[in-house]
């Protein structure tokens, strides 16, 4: 198994460009969540689905989307890319409490 | 809402010393804590975890303690190894319309110096 595969690695945008961060995975998960993490606050929630076609908001969802058409992927959309959101982000999966975490993409905005 | 508080932020040990980092947390309803260990560039990775029905939970060199009348719990690794140089987050769950919502501790970053 792969496991949680996150693509890009690394990405840098402009203000005001869009773009869409990509999360797989092969285990069969139903839970999948995106967070960002930021120097001194830990992890944040930002959106996460309990399985196929159901997504809620988490504690930082504004200028995100996100989609769960299949079981195995999870993408991140940022609509109008801000400062504000340079982070890193990681995308997880979990059969319900334990999750388990991609590599992250790390993303900077102009 | 939910919040956990870790500390220290940092924490310098010699190797071979024991390192303990705290958490404490504020939704009496949390019932599953879990440690996980984030090495430079990679995701964060589960080491450990406690429910809510148990003191205590060791696996090798690493413990882990709970007191739930205290709304606290700690991480306890002993005989740290220059390897065991790390960020590590402790983690609450707390349940929110079917999903169990981890909320994280700031983290705290470990340095094991030979």
């Known amino acids: 198994n792969a496991g949680v595969t996150q693509t890009p690695k690394f990405q840098v945008l402009k203000t005001g460009q869009s773009m869409t961060l990509q999360c797989a995975q092969d285990m069969n998960h139903e839970y999948m969540s995106w967070y960002r993490q930021d120097p001194g606050m830990g992890l944040r929630l930002i959106h996460y689905?309990?399985?196929?076609?159901?997504?809620d908001q988490g504690e930082v969802p504004n200028g995100y989307n996100v989609s769960r058409s299949t079981t195995e992927d999870f993408p991140l959309r940022l609509l109008s890319a801000a400062p504000s959101q340079t982070s890193v982000y990681f995308c997880?999966?979990?059969?319900?409490?334990?999750?388990?975490f991609g590599p992250g993409t790390r993303l900077t905005v102009l | 809402g939910e919040n956990v508080e870790q500390h220290p932020s940092t924490l310098s040990v010699q190797e071979g010393d024991s390192a303990v980092i705290k958490c404490t947390y504020s939704d009496s309803a949390s019932n599953y804590f879990p440690w996980y260990k984030q090495e430079l560039g990679k995701g964060p990775q589960l080491i450990i975890d406690i429910r809510s029905n148990v003191g205590e939970k060791k696996d090798q060199r690493i413990a882990v303690t709970l007191n739930k009348t205290a709304k606290h719990f700690s991480l306890h690794i002993t005989e740290t190894q220059p390897e065991d140089s790390a960020v590590y987050f402790c983690?609450?769950?707390?349940?929110?319309?079917?999903?169990?919502?981890?909320?994280f501790g700031a983290g705290t970053r470990l340095a094991v110096h030979p």
């Open positions: 983690a609450a769950i707390r349940g929110v319309r079917g999903y169990n919502k981890l909320i």
């Open positions: 689905s309990v399985g196929a076609g159901i997504t």
């Open positions: 997880a999966s979990g059969p319900r409490n334990e999750q388990f």
